[in-house]
């Protein structure tokens, strides 16, 4: 049984950073939600996917077409997820919770399941990050090992090379396997979760259902043989599956992220602030083109130190959170570039890959401990 895990109380840096983000957004009169760009955004995403997938099923008549329509689609899925999804999934994409709601959902529509990603990503990835046994982001096993904690195996010394692959079944996985596991077991990970109620298991199956109709059903009626689908269905995976994880990847399986080992007695060293600074790293955070795209999952330290704000706002927030870092002598941890965190991650997958792996955060328990703001009760 994991001990329940408490944080120290929140610091100095940590009321002061909110005290200062909380003045920018009254100072400049800005909402914290994502407003008309996030709506415009959302537009532009959504005809991009419909276009793509009516041009793969309608238009295609060669090779080269098909695959030059299927990595649209797949880029234009992982974009859906990374924006539209995302921002709803947090409660940041509008003040209305219907609106909210509704953009959460498109999860459902592309095979993934909304119910399952609150759990996994919003009540145990963004309060427990980095934390081998608690945070199922970090849980590869036995196929990659991601943590110094984790079993070290004979083919992990070559992961950096094979771990590529194994990104390409993360969407066929999570979509025919991994939902229904949790539904069966109640589980995410190691961690105990409620089952989803009525109308939430009507959205899952309903979702599933969809997406693999619009797979391999509608391809089916409009003629296309069964051979060139499910080998377009493997491109698909392969650039959806590749651009989800190398994004969640540059920002927490890196050189510069700590790996965390719970402590004996559950009590974390750091306080969740310098917890979330410790584990997650920015990259690229001048490159507009790689923020649109990802949805501002570039800023990871942003997004996890202030998820209900869209992520349209984060380029700002980075400038205050660096500040304030510097100020109270904690390290703020950015790759300046994309080549040069996907070349982090390749380091950190080759160190782990070695009998000796990364540092890892020592237990170092402070005196006083509170709940993070909004974190689950514990991990079972």
Not at 69 to 76: E, H, Q, R, Y
Request: net charge neutral; glycine share 8%; proline share 5%.
């Amino acid at each position: 049984m994991t001990p329940k895990l408490k944080f120290p109380r929140h610091s100095a840096l940590h009321r002061e950073l909110h005290r200062r983000v909380d003045a920018w957004f009254h100072e400049s009169g800005r909402s914290r939600t994502g407003g008309l760009r996030m709506v415009i955004k959302t537009f532009l995403i959504l005809a991009w996917l419909a276009a793509s997938y009516i041009l793969l099923v309608g238009f295609a008549n060669t090779w080269w077409q098909a695959t030059l329509a299927v990595i649209s689609v797949g880029l234009a899925t992982s974009g859906v997820g990374f924006s539209i999804m995302h921002d709803g999934g947090h409660r940041s994409y509008s003040s209305r919770t219907w609106l909210n709601r509704l953009t959460f959902y498109c999860l459902d529509l592309i095979g993934g399941s909304s119910f399952y990603w609150n759990q996994k990503h919003n009540r145990i990835h963004h309060h427990y990050t980095n934390i081998d046994g608690v945070d199922e982001d970090i849980e590869a096993q036995p196929w990659l090992r991601l943590a110094p904690s984790q079993t070290l195996r004979p083919w992990h010394r070559w992961q950096h090379w094979f771990a590529w692959a194994l990104y390409s079944f993360l969407p066929v996985k999570w979509v025919l396997y991994d939902d229904f596991s949790n539904l069966v077991r109640g589980k995410v990970g190691n961690n105990p979760v409620p089952r989803p109620k009525a109308r939430e298991l009507v959205f899952l199956l309903l979702g599933k259902v969809w997406f693999l109709s619009l797979v391999f059903v509608v391809p089916l009626v409009l003629g296309h043989s069964i051979l060139a689908i499910l080998g377009l269905y493997v491109l698909f995976n392969i650039v959806n599956g590749v651009s989800m994880a190398v994004v969640f990847q540059m920002a927490h399986c890196v050189e510069e992220a700590e790996m965390v080992q719970i402590p004996a007695d559950g009590r974390l060293p750091l306080g969740w602030l310098e917890h979330q600074l410790a584990t997650t790293v920015d990259f690229a955070p001048g490159n507009p083109v790689v923020g649109w795209f990802v949805g501002g999952l570039n800023y990871q330290i942003e997004h996890h130190l202030f998820p209900r704000v869209s992520h349209v706002h984060y380029p700002e927030l980075a400038e205050i959170v660096q500040t304030a870092c510097a100020e109270y002598d904690v390290a703020y941890r950015c790759n300046p570039s994309v080549w040069q965190a996907l070349g982090s991650h390749c380091r950190f997958l080759k160190r782990m890959g070695a009998q000796t792996g990364a540092p890892v955060v020592e237990d170092a328990p402070s005196e006083s401990e509170a709940e993070p703001n909004e974190a689950v009760a514990g991990a079972a």
